[in-house]
Every structure is written in C-alpha cells, then in structure tokens.
C-alpha cells in the first residue's frame, strides 16, 4: 500500500497469507519487522551518505584554503626577501656612511691641527 510515494505497512488490512489476526502471525511479524529494519537501515544509510556528503565538502573545503593559505605563504616569503635585501643594501650605505663621516672627520682635525700648527709658528 502506498500513501504519496511512500510505502507503509498495511496494519488494519489483512495480510497476504489471510490470516484472521495479523498481530499473532508469525508471518506478518516478520514482514514488519523486516519493513522496519530496512526502512531504519535505510535511514542509516541515508544518515551516513550524507555525513559523507559533508565531510567531502569540508575536506574540499580544506584543500581550497590550504592552497590559499600555500600562495600566501609563497607570496609572503618574497616579500621577506626582498626587504631582506633592501635591509641588507641600507645596511652597506650605512656603514659607507659611516666610513666617509669618519674620513672627514679625520680630515678636518688633521686640517685643525694643521692651522693650530701655522698659528703657533707664525707667533
């Protein structure tokens, strides 16, 4: 018997080996019982299809992010070389800088000590 494509167990018909009592026979128990377990285990079934179904989206899902996430990662160490290099290259005109203060400034006391020198002489 069927109500809206769904097939139900008749309970207050008579069952096919017409029997007067369907709860005593042991026939019709069985086809309950067999209608139930694969109705239930067809609810199971579903259950895990779709759990399935939600775990192969996530790990999808988790694939996208990852290779995100990958590029990321790529794009952040170029980043990282690069400012390393520019760091690096700052770092060399510092110290030229450095190398060219200390050369003048040994320069102006040699000029110092130069002029202090032609004062003293002239006196």
């Known amino acids: 018997m069927t109500i809206q494509g769904k097939t139900i167990v008749p309970y207050y018909s008579p069952c096919l080996c017409n029997c007067n009592n369907v709860y005593n026979c042991k026939y019709c128990n069985k086809t309950m019982v067999s ?36 590029s990321d990662i790529n794009e952040l160490e170029i980043a ?36 202090q020198v032609n004062i003293l002489i002239r006196n």
Do not use: G
């Open 80 to 115: 990282l070389d690069h400012s390393n290099k520019a760091n690096a290259e700052a770092h060399k005109s510092i110290k030229r800088y450095q190398a060219q203060l200390r050369d003048v400034e040994q320069a102006y006391e040699e000029e110092c000590r130069q002029r």
């Open 35 to 70: 209608y139930f377990f694969r109705k239930n285990h067809q609810r199971a079934m579903d259950s895990m299809q779709a759990s399935l179904e939600a775990e192969v989206r996530a790990k999808q899902e988790a694939l996208r992010i990852k290779k995100k996430l990958e």
